[in-house]
T-cell receptor
Framework: NAGVMQNPRHLVRRRGQEARLRCSPM?????VYWYRQLPEEGLKFMVY????????ESGMPKERFSAEFPKEGPSILRIQQVVRGDSAAYFC?????????????FGQGTRLTVV | QKEVEQNSGPLSVPEGAIASLNCTYS??????FFWYRQYSGKSPELIMS????GDKEDGRFTAQLNKASQYVSLLIRDSQPSDSATYLC???????????FGTGTLLAVQP
């Protein structure tokens, strides 16, 4: 059973371009979390999704950032018009259900560098 | 007040000693807690889950939960240099019951 798959592992974008980060959850998992991590800092919650539904996007910047988790295919975190401050590691985690107590497992992360 | 708080460290212990990592949480409704280990440049890895008051042991690791004090801890016995990593405490909380992380404690085990 494959784990959580994220791609690409490394992404370089010029300022003003768009970045698309993909997360395929573990088989049977229907919930996905996205977190951002700056060097030497903790995991900052961004968004929590269920298939075809955004449950909580309170950690997402109001502009330029969006996320989706369609019925078929991976979850996508999209960053439009990237700026240098968007450079970070972006991790997704998946869980089978969204109830209290469910264990969540992480992908390898995408390291975004904006030049 | 942050929902899950940890001392950022670094916590330095000699090889073979017991490392004690601590976490407090603010949401009294939270029922389950998790410890993740993150090596530098890698993704977090789940190492312990705890759901009820008391201790839960797994090899050299013991997780402790005290719901009355809203306190979670992780003890690592016989610490090894390979245990050197950042340890993240997490719990479910907030209106949407999302998984929330503390900022992590950096553990350094000195040979």
């Amino acid at each position: 059973n494959a784990g959580v798959m994220q791609n690409p592992r490394h992404l370089v974008r010029r300022r003003g371009q768009e970045a698309r980060l993909r997360c395929s959850p573990m088989k049977g998992h229907s919930h996905v979390y996205w977190y951002r991590q700056l060097p030497e800092e903790g995991l900052k919650f961004m968004v929590y999704l269920q298939k075809e539904n955004i449950i909580d996007e309170s950690g997402m910047p109001k502009e330029r950032f969006s996320a989706e988790f369609p019925k078929e295919g991976p979850s996508i975190l999209r960053i439009q018009q990237v700026v240098r401050g968007d450079s970070a590691a972006y991790f997704c985690a998946s869980s089978p259900i969204g109830t209290e107590g469910t264990e969540a497992f992480f992908g390898q992360g995408t390291r975004l560098t904006v030049v | 007040q942050k929902e899950v708080e940890q001392n950022s460290g670094p916590l330095s212990v000699p090889e073979g000693a017991i490392a004690s990592l601590n976490c407090t949480y603010s949401d009294r409704g939270s029922q389950s807690f998790f410890w993740y280990r993150q090596y530098s440049g890698k993704s977090p890895e789940l190492i312990m889950s705890i759901y009820s008051n008391g201790d839960k042991e797994d090899g050299r690791f013991t997780a402790q939960l005290n719901k009355a004090s809203q306190y979670v801890s992780l003890l690592i016995r016989d610490s090894q240099p390979s245990d050197s990593a950042t340890y993240l405490c997490a719990g479910y909380g907030g209106a949407t019951n999302k998984l929330i992380f503390g900022t992590g404690t950096l553990l350094a085990v000195q040979p």
